[in-house]
């Protein structure tokens, strides 16, 4: 392929991938990860790794705020600290630099705000959680080798939560 072919590619898929975020139904944005708690990728944490992390946290909410936010409405979720399940335990030796130990003693913890809109852009549903989860082995998890299954279904609980919420509570006019 040419360069010239490979920069018209790259454009379209650029504008197809705009286009998409332009009407994702949720929005995710990270305050500050530096000064999060914990979204670390070993013992040593890399800035990539976090990237990575906080990455798949944000594709994950996008895509499950499609099943659960009503059509024409966004989500705006801002988070303000993260503190993932588990710790790494540097006592351990280096042989476990990059192994999570999952405890009861290390549950994961939210902090965030978010902001409903409806298609006219008015604010439906807006507020601040602070969720901390000391049941998180209890959850009934289907992809075990996924490394952020505890916190995904944690978010997806809470989505599903405010969509009950909204769907019951009727919207001001």
Sequence with gaps: MKISQ???VSCAVAVAGAARAAVA?????????ENFTDVKDSAMPTDRGTAAILGQLRDYLVREAAHFVPEGSRLTITFTDIDLAGEFEPWRGAQFDNIRIIKPIYPPHFKFRYTLTDAAGRVVREGQEDI??????QRITLDRDDPLRYEKEILKDWLRRQARAASATP???
């Design 6 to 8: 490979w920069l018209v």
């Design 25 to 33: 139904p949720a929005e995710v944005i990270f305050d500050h990860p």
């Design 132 to 137: 901390l989860d000391q049941e998180f082995q």
């Design 171 to 173: 919207v001001a006019q």
